[in-house]
């Protein structure tokens, strides 16, 4: 019994952490592709390593995916 | 209200989708109708699919354009275009085809005017990222591929007159080739250099884009 409670706990945990991660990348400004991680900057070139701002991430710079298509915003 | 009437600002965000807040502000006072393109950040190679991706990026703005005139027909569209979204924004004005006439007046804001000699030359650290990207010495010695979409080239045939580029004095991503570029380009085009940083939306740096196309608009209805 114990166990499985422990195991719910963990799953809430990692749930809630992948909240907060995506939540911390949207305040600083920076797009984050919900479905593959990719994170860039203005000029859409992957952003660094934490620590080295001149080194790609390679964990999330993808460069194999299709381009999708999205939506537009009308703002009266 | 000036003459802002039956006017439509579409915004092209830089590749962090940065939101236009003082420029969907600015629309709201003026009673303009703003359009947000909304768009993925680049995928596939950064060199091979580049342009794909501005073509891509090119067939959103069209849509979005095509939209406000079929839903308003004596529309006047503006295009305003921040960082990456700029040098897009300029390519699709280039198209020789009937996108280039989407827009009767483009804004270039914080864009770099050549990316593809800041990503072989730049410091900056996305330059520097950029290079980190790919696979080694002979992908960085074809960054020079992707020259023909720079804003220079872009720019190279758009009216002088229909194209107001604003330049952030204290933009960390112009590097002095930059300034070098700009200082050509401001022979062509109106050029606005202004006490402010890369996102350019300091108060007097919206102000004066948007007294740009209201000349612009007021200009229109006399001819």
Known sequence: MMEKRSIIWFIVAGLLGGVLLNGAAFAAGKHTDGDSGVHTDEHGTPLGVPGDPHKVDRTIATSSRPITSTASRHCP | ?223
């Not at chain 2, 709201?28 to 909304?38: F, S, T």
């Not at chain 2, 900056?124 to 992707?146: K, N």
């Not at chain 2, 940083?197 to 007097?204: F, Q, T």
């Open chain 2, 1 to 223: 209200m000036g003459g802002f009437e039956s006017i439509h600002v579409v915004l092209v965000p830089g590749a962090d989708a940065l939101a236009f807040e003082a420029d969907i502000a600015a629309a709201a006072e003026r009673g303009v109708l703003a359009h947000v393109v909304e768009y993925d950040p680049p995928k596939g190679h950064p060199i091979d699919d580049c342009e794909a991706y501005y073509q891509a990026v090119s067939m959103q703005i069209h849509a979005v354009a095509a939209d406000i005139r079929a839903q308003a027909p004596d529309a006047r569209v503006f295009g305003f275009g921040r960082n990456l979204g700029g040098s897009i924004l300029a390519y699709h004005a280039a198209r020789p085809d009937e996108f280039r006439e989407d827009f009767q007046g483009l804004v270039m804001i914080g864009v770099i005017p050549e990316l593809s000699t800041f990503r072989i030359h730049g410091d900056h650290s996305s330059a520097q990222r950029f290079r980190d990207s790919l696979s080694g010495p002979t992908e960085i010695a074809r960054i020079g591929d992707i020259a023909p979409l720079d804003m220079t080239a872009s720019l190279a045939t758009h009216p002088v007159d229909r194209c107001l580029i604003q330049i952030g004095e204290q933009d960390d991503y112009m590097d002095d080739r930059a300034v070098a570029i700009f200082r050509k380009l401001e022979s062509r085009f109106p050029s606005e250099w202004l006490d402010d940083v890369h996102a350019m939306a300091a108060p007097d740096t919206v102000a004066r884009r948007w007294a740009f196309i209201e000349a612009l608009a007021e200009g229109g209805r006399q001819s």
